[in-house]
C-alpha cells in the first residue's frame, strides 16, 4: 500500500507541475507497478486492451470523417449565420451551437473548428471575440456531458459502473445532465462575460473586434516599417529578384511586399500590391516594403542606390505618403499554433512560410509580448499566435493545416467557407448509422464494435482520405495517459488504497446522509482537476466514489455522474482541458481571467449539481 501511494504521489505532483508530457508520466508510473511487483503485466498492460480505449480510438477516426469532409463546419458556419449583427444571438448560438457539435466528437476538435468562424463573426457584428471565446471553450465541455461518447470521463464512469456488475449507461443518459449544465451556464456567462470586456472598453472606447489595420498596430508592425523606392535607372537591383539579392542572409531584412504603378486613372487605384515572391523581377519605379534594423536598411538602400522614403514623401504619384500597411490585393490574418502541432520548436524558416504557403510572418505574439525581430531564427511554441501576411488564397490555403494551427481574423466570408467534400453525406450517414447502433437496445451490438464499425466505414469510403490520415486524426498522448492509467485503479483497489480512502470519506461524511457524501466525492473531483487532467481525475475518483455508495447501501449512479460532471465542468484553470488552453491565446486571456469567470461558474455548477443529480438518479 505504501509502494502505491508513493508512486501515486509522485504521479500527481508531476501531473501538477507540467514540465513532463502527461503520458509520459503515465507510462512511468505503470512502470513503477509493474518493477514494484504491485501489479503482473497482464493487469499493467489490460489498460491497452481496455473497450473504453479502443473505442476512444474509433471515436477519433470517426470524428476525423466528420471534420475531414467539411461536413461539421458546413453546420456549424450555417447556423452560426443567423446571428447576424446582434450580439446576443450571437452569444447564445456559440453556446448552444458548439455543445451540440461537442456531443459527438472531440471537444479540442470543436473548438479548433468554431473558432476562426466565431472570431470572424465577432469582428462583422462589433462584438469583442474576448466575450465569446471562454464560453466557446465552456460550451465544448458542456456539450460533452450530453452523449455517452462526448467526453473520456463518461466513458470511464460507464465502463466502471459495469465492470462491477452494475448496467452500463446508456447514450443518452448524459442528455439531462448535459441540458442543465448548459442552461446553467448560458444564465451565468451572458452577464459574467462583460467584465472580460472591460479592459477593452477603457482602452479604446468600444469593444469592437480588430479591424486588419489595428491588428497590424497592436503588434507594432508599422513602428518597424520602412520604404525604398527603385529610382534610378543604374540600380544594381534592376532586373534581379528578391532571391538574387539575398537579403534576409545578407542584411536580416524582411521583404514584406511590393507596390508598383499600374499607370495613371483619376477613377481607380494606379497602384499594384503584391508580395516578393521568389520569382519576381525587380523594376524601375517599384517601391520595396521592408522591415528590420534602421542601419541595416540604410546599409542596403547604399548598396543598391535605392531611395529611401521618408514618411512626407509619395512613393508612387497618387498614393499615400505614409508608410502604412494597406489591403488591396494582400491581407494579414492570425495563426494560433495548436498543442499538437509538428511546428512546434521549430524556426519560422524551418517552417518555410515563403516557400510552402506564399505568406510573410510580421511577428509573434507570446503570451504577452510582441515579437518582431529576427523572427526567422525564432522557434515557435505551443500557443503563440502569429500575424500572417498574405493573399487571401494564400492564408486560406494554410487552413488544410489544421492539425498544426487554427486561422483566426479573416473576414467572415473567407473563414464560413467550406470545401464540402462529396462524401459528407457518407460521413453523415455513417455517423447517424453508428448513434442508432449504440441507442436502439434491441440491435445486439456492443457500443465498441458500433464504434469501431463506424471508424472502419470512414476509411474504407474515402471520408478519412487514407489509412495514414485516420492515425493522425488520433490523439495518442490522450489514449497512451487513458491505458497507461487504468491500471493505476486497479492498485489502488488491489492494495486498499480506494478502500481507505473510500472509509474515510464514508467516516467524515456518510452519517449525514447521501447527499453530503455526494457533494464530498463532486468537490474532490472538482479540486483534483483543476490540477490534472480531466481524465486522470475520472478514472482515480470512479472507484472511489462506487466504493462509497456501496459502503452506505445507495444507488452508485449518481456518485458517478458527480464524478463525471466534476471532471469535466473544469473552468478555473486555462491548463485544466485542452478548450481552456486553445482559446486563452487567441482570446488574450490571462490565468486570472478564468479565476475570475471560471471560477464562480464551477462552484455554482457544483451546488446544482448536489441537488440535480438525485432527482435524476434517485439514491
Same mark, same amino acid.
Given at each position: 500500500?505504501?509502494?502505491?501511494?508513493?508512486?501515486?504521489? @509522485?504521479?500527481?505532483?508531476?501531473?501538477?507541475?507540467?514540465?513532463?508530457?502527461?503520458?509520459?508520466?503515465?507510462?512511468c508510473a505503470l512502470l513503477a507497478l509493474l518493477l514494484c511487483q504491485i501489479l503482473n503485466p497482464s493487469e499493467a498492460l489490460s489498460g491497452f486492451s481496455n473497450t473504453t480505449v479502443i473505442m476512444m480510438v474509433g471515436l477519433f477516426i470517426v470524428g476525423g470523417g466528420i471534420f475531414q469532409t467539411g461536413l461539421?463546419?458546413?453546420?456549424?458556419?450555417?447556423?452560426?449565420?443567423?446571428?447576424?449583427?446582434?450580439?446576443?444571438?450571437?452569444?447564445?448560438?456559440?453556446?448552444?451551437?458548439?455543445?451540440?457539435?461537442?456531443?459527438?466528437?472531440?471537444?479540442?476538435?470543436? #473548438?479548433?473548428?468554431?473558432? $476562426?468562424?466565431?472570431?470572424? !463573426?465577432?469582428?462583422?457584428?462589433?462584438?469583442?471575440?474576448?466575450?465569446?471565446?471562454?464560453?466557446?471553450?465552456?460550451?465544448?465541455?458542456?456539450?460533452?456531458?450530453?452523449?455517452?461518447?462526448?467526453?473520456?470521463?463518461? &466513458?470511464?464512469?460507464?465502463?466502471?459502473?459495469?465492470?462491477?456488475?452494475?448496467?452500463?449507461?446508456?447514450?443518452?443518459?448524459?442528455?439531462? %445532465?448535459?441540458?442543465?449544465?448548459?442552461?446553467?451556464?448560458?444564465?451565468?456567462?451572458?452577464?459574467?462575460?462583460?467584465?472580460?470586456?472591460?479592459?477593452?472598453?477603457?482602452?479604446?472606447?468600444?469593444?469592437?473586434?480588430?479591424?486588419?489595420?489595428?491588428?497590424?498596430?497592436?503588434?507594432?508592425?508599422?513602428?518597424?516599417?520602412?520604404? %525604398?523606392?527603385?529610382?534610378?535607372?543604374?540600380?544594381?537591383?534592376?532586373?534581379?529578384?528578391?532571391?538574387?539579392?539575398?537579403?534576409?542572409?545578407?542584411?536580416?531584412?524582411?521583404?514584406?511586399?511590393?507596390?508598383?504603378?499600374?499607370?495613371?486613372?483619376?477613377? %481607380?487605384?494606379? @497602384?499594384?500590391?503584391?508580395?516578393?515572391?521568389?520569382?519576381?523581377?525587380?523594376?524601375?519605379?517599384?517601391?520595396?516594403?521592408?522591415?528590420?534594423?534602421?542601419?541595416?536598411?540604410?546599409?542596403?538602400?547604399?548598396?543598391?542606390?535605392?531611395?529611401?522614403?521618408?514618411?512626407?514623401?509619395?512613393?508612387?504619384?497618387?498614393?499615400?505618403?505614409?508608410?502604412?500597411? =494597406?489591403?488591396?490585393?494582400?491581407?494579414?490574418?492570425?495563426?494560433?499554433?495548436?498543442?499538437?502541432?509538428?511546428?512546434?520548436?521549430?524556426?519560422?524558416?524551418?517552417?518555410?512560410?515563403?516557400?510552402?504557403?506564399?505568406?510573410?510572418?510580421?511577428?509573434?505574439?507570446?503570451?504577452?509580448?510582441?515579437?518582431?525581430?529576427?523572427?526567422?531564427? /525564432?522557434?515557435?511554441?505551443?500557443?503563440?499566435?502569429? &500575424?500572417?501576411?498574405?493573399? *487571401?488564397?494564400?492564408?486560406?490555403?494554410?487552413?488544410?493545416?489544421?492539425?498544426? *494551427? +487554427?486561422?483566426?481574423?479573416?473576414?467572415?466570408?473567407?473563414?464560413?467557407? /467550406?470545401?464540402?467534400?462529396?462524401?459528407?453525406?457518407?460521413?453523415?450517414?455513417?455517423?447517424?448509422?453508428?448513434?442508432? !447502433? !449504440?441507442? %436502439?437496445?434491441?440491435?445486439?451490438?456492443? $457500443?465498441?464494435?458500433?464504434?469501431? #464499425?463506424?471508424?472502419?466505414?470512414?476509411?474504407?469510403?474515402?471520408?478519412?482520405?487514407?489509412?495514414?490520415?485516420?492515425?493522425?486524426?488520433?490523439? *495518442?498522448?490522450?489514449?497512451? &495517459?487513458?491505458?497507461?492509467?487504468?491500471?493505476?485503479?486497479?492498485?489502488?483497489?488491489?492494495?486498499?488504497?480506494?478502500?481507505?480512502?473510500? =472509509?474515510?470519506?464514508?467516516?467524515?461524511?456518510?452519517?449525514?446522509?447521501?447527499r453530503l457524501l455526494l457533494a464530498g466525492i463532486y468537490a474532490a473531483t472538482s479540486v483534483m482537476t483543476i490540477f490534472i487532467s480531466n481524465t486522470v481525475t475520472a478514472v482515480l475518483m470512479a472507484p472511489i466514489a462506487l466504493q462509497c455508495a456501496m459502503q452506505i447501501g445507495v444507488s452508485p449512479v449518481p456518485f458517478m455522474f458527480a464524478v463525471t460532471v466534476a471532471a469535466s465542468m473544469c473552468f478555473a484553470s486555462p491548463f485544466s482541458t485542452p478548450p481552456n488552453a486553445?482559446?486563452?491565446?487567441?482570446?488574450?486571456?490571462?490565468? !486570472?481571467?478564468?479565476?475570475? /469567470?471560471?471560477?464562480?461558474?464551477?462552484?455554482?455548477?457544483? +451546488?446544482?449539481?448536489?441537488?440535480?443529480? $438525485?432527482?435524476?438518479?434517485?439514491?
Open positions: 500500500m505504501i509502494a502505491t501511494l508513493i508512486i501515486l504521489l @509522485v504521479s500527481a505532483i508531476f501531473f501538477v507541475s507540467g514540465k513532463v508530457r502527461s503520458d509520459l508520466v503515465a507510462i461539421a463546419k458546413m453546420i456549424g458556419s450555417k447556423v452560426m449565420t443567423l446571428a447576424g449583427k446582434s450580439e446576443l444571438r450571437l452569444f447564445l448560438l456559440v453556446m448552444i451551437v458548439t455543445s451540440a457539435i461537442g456531443m459527438f466528437v472531440s471537444n479540442t476538435g470543436t #473548438v479548433a473548428l468554431m473558432l $476562426p468562424i466565431v472570431v470572424s !463573426m465577432a469582428a462583422a457584428a462589433g462584438t469583442s471575440p474576448r466575450r465569446l471565446l471562454m464560453p466557446l471553450a465552456f460550451a465544448s465541455s458542456m456539450g460533452g456531458m450530453m452523449t455517452l461518447i462526448g467526453t473520456p470521463p463518461n &466513458l470511464i464512469v460507464s465502463d466502471t459502473l459495469s465492470s462491477s456488475g452494475f448496467a452500463p449507461l446508456g447514450f443518452f443518459s448524459f442528455l439531462p %445532465v448535459g441540458i442543465i449544465t448548459l442552461a446553467v451556464g448560458i444564465l451565468y456567462l451572458l452577464p459574467a462575460t462583460k467584465m472580460l470586456t472591460a479592459k477593452d472598453s477603457t482602452k479604446d472606447g468600444n469593444q469592437k473586434g480588430k479591424s486588419l489595420k489595428e491588428l497590424v498596430k497592436e503588434y507594432g508592425v508599422t513602428e518597424n516599417l520602412f520604404r %525604398v523606392h527603385i529610382k534610378d535607372s543604374a540600380s544594381k537591383a534592376i532586373g534581379c529578384t528578391v532571391v538574387d539579392l539575398n537579403i534576409y542572409r545578407e542584411y536580416g531584412i524582411n521583404v514584406l511586399e511590393l507596390r508598383r504603378s499600374a499607370g495613371q486613372n483619376r477613377f %481607380v487605384r494606379t @497602384v499594384n500590391q503584391q508580395l516578393a515572391s521568389p520569382d519576381l523581377v525587380l523594376g524601375q519605379g517599384d517601391v520595396l516594403y521592408l522591415s528590420g534594423k534602421p542601419e541595416m536598411i540604410t546599409k542596403f538602400a547604399d548598396d543598391y542606390t535605392l531611395r529611401l522614403l521618408d514618411i512626407h514623401t509619395d512613393e508612387i504619384e497618387g498614393s499615400s505618403s505614409n508608410a502604412s500597411m =494597406d489591403f488591396f490585393d494582400i491581407g494579414v490574418a492570425e495563426i494560433l499554433i495548436m498543442p499538437t502541432s509538428s511546428m512546434i520548436n521549430r524556426t519560422i524558416i524551418q517552417a518555410g512560410f515563403r516557400s510552402k504557403f506564399n505568406v510573410n510572418v510580421l511577428g509573434i505574439r507570446r503570451k504577452q509580448e510582441y515579437i518582431l525581430k529576427e523572427l526567422g531564427e /525564432v522557434k515557435m511554441h505551443d500557443g503563440d499566435v502569429l &500575424l500572417v501576411q498574405g493573399a *487571401w488564397k494564400d492564408i486560406a490555403r494554410m487552413k488544410n493545416e489544421s492539425d498544426n *494551427w +487554427v486561422v483566426l481574423g479573416e473576414p467572415l466570408q473567407e473563414a464560413a467557407k /467550406v470545401t464540402l467534400d462529396y462524401k459528407a453525406p457518407i460521413a453523415a450517414a455513417i455517423m447517424i448509422g453508428m448513434i442508432v !447502433m !449504440m441507442v %436502439v437496445e434491441s440491435i445486439p451490438v456492443a $457500443p465498441v464494435t458500433s464504434v469501431l #464499425v463506424a471508424a472502419v466505414l470512414m476509411v474504407i469510403t474515402g471520408c478519412v482520405r487514407s489509412v495514414e490520415a485516420a492515425y493522425k486524426t488520433i490523439n *495518442w498522448q490522450t489514449i497512451v &495517459l487513458f491505458a497507461a492509467m487504468l491500471p493505476m485503479s486497479i492498485a489502488l483497489e488491489k492494495t486498499g488504497v480506494s478502500n481507505m480512502i473510500a =472509509d474515510g470519506i464514508v467516516n467524515g461524511l456518510g452519517g449525514s446522509g447521501p486553445l482559446v486563452m491565446s487567441a482570446g488574450q486571456y490571462t490565468f !486570472m481571467d478564468y479565476v475570475k /469567470v471560471g471560477l464562480p461558474l464551477q462552484i455554482l455548477m457544483g +451546488v446544482v449539481m448536489v441537488f440535480a443529480l $438525485p432527482l435524476l438518479f434517485p439514491f
